[in-house]
């Protein structure tokens, strides 16, 4: 069974930071391009960023860029966001996933909370 577990979130206040990760298992990722995706509350789900199978591409939202950045490591099947200068518009439930989605992969994700 695959699976994808977010961790990392929590809250913080506004120009903070937080590294989030998203451990893989039932299946090796190291082929796919992964990606980021939060949800706000009354919102939909949207794209943050994507990180190609080697990881030496990436893409960012335009509300995110400079401020987070995506990161993988193939031998741990593990994909990370590392968030800066955290803004209170960035409070969401964050998911990882494929790029483009599988929609059986979706997990619990984990809640980002920015105070202002």
């Known amino acids: 069974q695959v699976r994808l577990v977010e961790s990392g979130g929590g809250l913080v206040q506004a120009g903070g930071s937080l590294r989030l990760s998203c451990a893989a298992s039932?299946?090796?990722?190291?082929?796919?391009?992964m990606g980021w995706f939060r949800q706000a509350p009354g919102k939909e789900r949207e794209f943050v960023a994507t990180i190609s199978w080697s990881g030496g591409s990436t893409r960012y939202a335009d509300s995110v860029k400079g401020r987070f950045t995506i990161s993988r490591d193939n031998a741990k099947n593990t994909v990370y966001l590392q968030m800066n200068s955290l803004k209170p518009e960035d409070t969401a439930v964050y998911y990882c996933?494929?790029?483009?989605?599988?929609?059986?992969?979706w997990g619990q994700g984990t809640q980002v909370t920015v105070s202002s």
């Open positions: 039932g299946r090796t990722f190291s082929s796919s391009a």
């Open positions: 996933n494929t790029n483009p989605p599988t929609g059986t992969y």
